[in-house]
């Protein structure tokens, strides 16, 4: 054996190649997969030298717990005989728990595993011969689980001190111990939880409050107390609140700066929690903000739009998504002489890179000397949408657009309701070309002229392949017509057939 395999650096770097196909999730290749682990088990055996780094490489990500349950004696032919398998639920029934020989025998491996994904109970009877607040997995650094009630209670069993990342899909009693047994944990995540029962909010808040090392927490609305801890958490860099009901009733509370968190995302049912909790809170290193709500009438939606400006956010914000889909109808306002003021209450955002606003109620409203404004303001933009199903006369010409364009030399995707009726802008006499620019979308914006529309695309986006729409007749000219002319400088005796059939 070469020298330089016994170097550890160099013979882990080598199996690292491996384990890049042993960690593909399943959908991507199983066959790949099951392949690398093989590979690993068979370089465990090749030598001394190879076992033990091997050996920690293959047990390092397991799913549920039958690969460690197959190492005792009794119970391999069960999971692995033919015509039964891991996912089969029934192999356990009625099978006895674990002796105390055979905990060795599960535990033999145990040790080196370091991720784990837990979804079924089937198999947690085995484990009787554990005490409940053993932890199995003294080196587990992920966990996810998704066990559901009256099963949680074995949930200690995986609570290591070196645990970093869990994912919980459900609030239960076994909470409370997180803080405690995990002392490292840096990534939270709890499931929504759209009816909490009456304790859930402080078993919640409790939990959180433990915690103190936390640099990513996605969560049910909590209550003001934990609020209140998350801001004088320094380590808190990301935080999602999911959908539930807990409000933020506390009309007094003032918190401390988020100092350091980059990235709030709600998830939300109404848009009351997100409102109130950025009223009482600043942000001053936010860089993304995204929330997605079902119902937002407009009056609350403004809110959220002056909320967000004044939350301490202004130089650093650069991503702003706001998703409101209103699928039952649950709005009551009439929205036909109602629009949204966002982009003049985002004009101070001077680092926004992406704008995201879907509303299916509302438009935002914005015309020529609006965009060019938004423009001269936003000169670092690259992403911009503005999509709502209220069909309106569009207030942008293709006059309003390529001003507003000169100002924003990054801008590659944008969305909005453009008037290509009326035709404002003659390409043979301008000069100005787009080169950034390669998704457009107009939406349910209508045209008429279809050799004008495409020959603007064409002289002054020269990057656009073709113009994204919800219109398929006319807009589907336009873009037999933008290939055409692209095809015509390629071969100018192309004919526009033969540019189609191509």
């Known amino acids: 054996m070469h ?31 099951i392949y690398s682990r093989q590979s690993l088990a068979s370089l465990a055996t090749t030598c001394k030298a190879f076992h033990e780094p091997a050996m920690d490489l293959l047990w390092t990500n397991i799913d549920e717990l039958e690969p460690l349950l197959g190492c005792v004696t009794r119970l391999h032919p069960m999971i692995y005989s033919s015509g039964a398998g891991p996912f089969e639920s029934w192999w356990s029934e009625g099978v006895e728990p674990l002796s105390e020989h055979e905990a060795r025998q599960f535990l033999r491996h145990a040790a080196r595993v370091r991720s784990i994904d837990i979804s079924l109970d089937r198999n947690f009877h085995l484990l009787t011969v554990f005490p409940t607040e053993t932890c199995i997995f003294p080196r587990l650094q ?6 559901e009630a009256p099963n949680n209670m074995y949930l200690h069993r995986f609570l290591s001190h070196t645990l970093r990342f869990c994912y919980l899909s459900a609030i239960h009693p076994a909470l409370k111990s997180i803080g405690t047994h995990c002392a490292s944990l840096e990534a939270l995540t709890i ?3 759209e009816d909490l029962r ?26 003001w107390e934990a609020w209140n801890h998350l801001s004088n958490l320094p380590t808190l860099l990301k935080l999602e609140i999911g959908s539930g009901s807990w409000p933020l009733d506390r009309h007094d509370l003032t918190f401390a700066p988020f100092l350091n968190v980059t990235i709030l995302n709600f998830y939300v049912q109404t848009a009351s929690y997100t409102v109130t909790a950025l009223q009482r809170s600043e942000f001053p290193s936010l860089q993304q903000f995204e ?11 403004e809110q959220l739009f002056c909320a967000l400006s004044q939350c301490n956010t202004c130089h650093t914000l650069e991503y702003i998504v706001i998703f409101s889909f209103d699928t039952e109808g649950d709005s009551d306002e009439d929205p036909s002489d109602n629009s949204l003021t966002a982009i003049t209450q985002f004009l101070h955002f001077t680092q926004l890179r992406t704008l995201g606003l879907v509303f299916e109620n509302y438009p935002v409203f914005l015309d020529n000397d609006l965009l060019l404004k938004a423009m001269s303001s936003w000169p670092h933009i690259r992403y911009m949408t503005l999509a709502n199903h209220q069909l309106r006369p569009p207030t942008i010409t293709f006059r309003g657009l390529f001003d507003g364009l000169r100002l924003c030399p990054h801008l590659d995707s944008l969305q909005l ?41 064409f002289s002054m986006l020269p990057c656009v392949e073709q113009v994204r729409h919800a219109d398929e007749n006319k807009w589907d000219k336009v873009n037999q017509r933008l290939k055409y002319l692209k095809s015509a400088v390629l071969d100018p005796h192309i004919t526009p057939e033969s540019a189609l059939a191509t």
């Open 142 to 147: 992920s966990l996810l689980w998704q066990v």
């Open 3 to 33: 020298q330089a395999l016994l170097v550890p650096e160099i013979l882990l770097d080598i199996f690292a190649h491996v384990i890049e196909s042993a960690d593909l999730s399943y959908d991507d290749s199983v066959c790949e997969r």
């Open 198 to 223: 009456e304790d859930e909010p402080f078993l919640l808040a409790e939990t959180i409050r433990s915690c103190t090392q936390l640099r990513h927490l996605g969560c049910p609305p909590l209550e």
């Open 291 to 301: 929330m997605h709500v079902q119902v937002m009438p407009l009056a609350q939606a």
């Open 191 to 193: 499931g929504d939880a």
């Open 417 to 457: 309701h453009l008037d290509a009726v009326h035709i404002d802008i003659d390409p043979e006499t301008e000069s100005f070309q787009h080169t950034s620019l390669q998704k457009f979308n107009v939406g349910f914006s209508n045209v008429e002229d279809v050799e004008a529309a495409a020959r603007i695309i």
